[in-house]
Nanobody, 115 residues
Framework: VQLVESGGGLVQPGGSLRLSCAASGFTFRNYGMSWYRQAPGKERELAASISSAGGRRNYADSVKGRFTISRDNAKNTVYLQMNSLKLEDTAVYYC?????????WGKGTLVTVSS
C-alpha cells in the first residue's frame, strides 16, 4: 500500500488549495479514504472522509462548508478541495486508508496559511 500526497503550499488567508492523494497497492475503489491533519504542537485530527463509492462524506466541524473531499476511482486518487482557508488550517495533511485492519498513511503535505 502506498499513499502519496501532493498539492500543499503557502497560501494567504481566504485562499484555496486542492490536495491530491495518489493510491496504489490495493483495490482503491473498494475502500473508504480519509484526510487527516496535524497542526504544530497538536494531535492529528480527522478532517474529512469519503466512502468507497463516494456517496457518503463526513467532515470535521472546523472545516464543514469550506472543504470538499472527493475521489476519482478511475485514477486511484482522493482529493481535498480547501476554500476560505484560515490561519488555523495550517498543518501537515495526510491521507489514510484502513486496509486489512491496518491504517496506512502517506508522508503528508504541508499547508501553510499566512499573510
Amino acid at each position: 500500500v502506498q499513499l502519496v500526497e501532493s498539492g500543499g503550499g503557502l497560501v494567504q488567508p481566504g485562499g484555496s488549495l486542492r490536495l491530491s492523494c495518489a493510491a496504489s497497492g490495493f483495490t482503491f475503489r473498494n475502500y473508504g479514504m480519509s484526510w487527516y491533519r496535524q497542526a504544530p504542537g497538536k494531535e492529528r485530527e480527522l478532517a474529512a472522509s469519503i466512502s468507497s463509492a463516494g456517496g457518503r462524506r463526513n467532515y470535521a466541524d472546523s472545516v464543514k462548508g469550506r472543504f470538499t473531499i472527493s475521489r476519482d476511482n478511475a485514477k486511484n486518487t482522493v482529493y481535498l478541495q480547501m476554500n476560505s482557508l484560515k490561519l488555523e488550517d495550517t498543518a501537515v495533511y495526510y491521507c489514510k486508508v484502513n486496509w486489512g485492519g491496518v491504517d496506512y498513511w502517506g508522508k503528508g503535505t504541508l499547508v501553510t496559511v499566512s499573510s
